[in-house]
């Protein structure tokens, strides 16, 4: 399984932005989907989460009526729109895939992206 992000960049303030995260390999829909996001010399942390079917999402209170976590079975992706962007928002934003595990564990996802640069400017 891999795990591919883009649509990450340089935003001003209150403004939007929307990741993806396309996954080839075994069947999607079987795979729980994260965003999570590591910024300069912190921890890497939780952002959102949705379920295989798209049944159940969650979020991290920090994004929580700013962010929408959504997938696309058919076309193996998942998406992160991001609205009402904070500098506090810059980091690197990474997708992950977890086959059976919900809520998720961020120490137990099973496959990773690389990650995207996201960069929010004052």
């Known amino acids: 399984v891999q795990l591919v992000e883009s649509g990450g960049g340089l935003v001003q303030a209150g403004g939007s932005l929307r990741l993806s995260c396309a996954v080839s390999?075994?069947?999607?829909?079987?795979?729980?989907m994260g965003w999570f996001r590591q910024a300069p010399g912190k921890e890497r942390e939780f952002v959102a989460a949705i379920s295989g079917r798209a049944s159940s999402t969650y979020y991290a209170d920090s994004v929580k009526g700013r962010f929408t976590i959504s997938r696309d079975n058919a076309k193996n992706t998942v998406y992160l729109q991001m609205n009402s962007l904070k500098p506090e928002d810059t980091a690197v934003y990474y997708c992950?895939?977890?086959?059976?595990?919900?809520?998720?564990?961020?120490?137990?996802?099973?496959?990773w992206g690389r990650g995207t640069l996201v960069t929010v400017s004052s």
């Open positions: 390999g075994r069947a999607f829909s079987v795979y729980h």
């Open positions: 992950a895939a977890e086959g059976s595990r919900w809520p998720l564990v961020i120490d137990a996802m099973d496959y």
